[in-house]
């Protein structure tokens, strides 16, 4: 039987396409992570007295 079947096609299409969205999802976590502590540095930097 033929593995390019149109089931076995939707089945890899949706796969990638649910990788594509997860690693967005990821790096969407770590850019709000490093956002927080960009935050936490000029709390900092400002608490130590530095105009920010």
Known sequence: MNDDTPDQSY????????QFI???ERLEAE???VADQ??????EA???GYDT
Do not use: N, S, W
């Open 11 to 18: 089945r890899v299409t949706a796969d990638e396409l649910r």
């Open 22 to 24: 997860e690693r967005f």
């Open 31 to 33: 850019k709000k992570d």
């Open 38 to 43: 960009q935050k936490e540095v000029m709390a």
């Open 46 to 48: 400002k608490g130590r």
